[in-house]
């Protein structure tokens, strides 16, 4: 269980006890699509052989938020809708009207609804109160709004806000390139993207390539700025910092241990491990970022 993605937020109001979230969750919890209904969303157990919706070690909670969605393309409606077309245009002597096809696509869509295939998707949350942090794994933005939309709805009291720092990702990472700034707990690799702040955003990308000073002032001198760059933390794990202080692409590097005998404990010493790297590796990010930015 290592997250791939962090999108971090900081919590306030946070009272809730594991037997508390547990029964929160539990009165939300994903439900199969209705014959109708194209998608469903709910909580879901964190583990495949699980029961519970919350995977706990220490002060540290692992949820799981997952959402179920029928399969059914639009071409495939709008082929469905063609043969019905044909069939009313022949019944009544000329062509459907432009909302009469709507009424069609809509019927049919009805009718396809029950029969189709269904698809589910999970996406983990590690909440940390000691530190406040509220930390979510997916590389897509649409997605960490929508479990923390559902989040707000379980748990009414509780608020979030993206992690903010003095200094912006974009203006660091441009100046760590282009400079001779130490990084401490960082090494850069060799993967980053330039781009021009303009109305052009004329991008320059540099994938497992050897990034020079000089070559990358010339880019920052036109105007472009570093928006995602390849990173090591204290050669333990990789990632790629983005200038929205995302992060992907995470990699443990030799710091698994062996496969041991189950599924269920490999799950539990992979989330013990992850928890504790992540919480060293945070601070150090913030800290060369110029601190916490805090909303007043």
Not at 174 to 195: P, Q
Not at 229 to 246: G, V, Y
């Amino acid at each position: 269980m290592w997250f791939r993605n962090l999108q971090v937020y900081r919590m306030t109001n946070w009272n809730m006890t594991v037997a508390m979230l547990e029964e929160t969750l539990s009165r939300h919890a994903l439900q199969g699509c209705l014959r109708t209904e194209m998608q469903s969303r709910g909580w879901v157990s964190p583990r495949e052989d699980g029961e519970s919706f919350v995977h706990v070690f220490g002060q540290h909670m692992l949820i799981a938020f997952g959402v179920e969605k029928k399969l059914l393309p639009a071409a495939v409606i709008n082929q469905f809708a063609k043969e019905r077309i044909v069939e009313i245009e022949q019944q009544q002597g000329y062509k459907p009207g432009r909302k009469q096809i709507k009424d069609i696509k809509e019927a049919i869509l009805l009718d396809l609804l029950p029969r189709a295939f269904t698809l589910r998707h999970k996406s983990y949350a590690w909440i940390n109160p000691t530190d406040g942090c509220f930390i979510i794994d997916t590389p897509s933005t649409a997605k960490a709004d929508e479990l923390i939309e559902m989040l707000l709805k379980s748990i009414d009291s509780i608020g979030l806000t993206p992690l903010k720092t003095k200094i912006s990702p974009s203006s660091a990472m441009t100046e760590w390139l282009s400079g001779d700034n130490e990084l401490a707990a960082f090494s850069i690799d060799r993967d980053c993207e330039l781009r021009g702040m303009d109305d052009e955003k004329a991008t320059v990308n540099y994938i497992r390539h050897v990034l020079d000073s000089e070559d990358i002032a010339k880019h920052v001198k036109t105007g472009k700025q570093v928006t995602k760059l390849a990173m090591t933390w204290r050669n333990k794990i990789s990632f790629i910092l983005h200038d929205n202080l995302q992060f992907k692409r995470i990699a443990p590097l030799d710091i698994l241990k062996e496969p041991t005998d189950t599924t269920a404990e490999l799950f539990d010493s992979d989330f013990a491990i992850m928890t504790g790297e992540i919480t060293q590796l945070l601070p150090d990010m913030i800290d060369v970022l110029g601190g916490e930015e805090h909303s007043q």
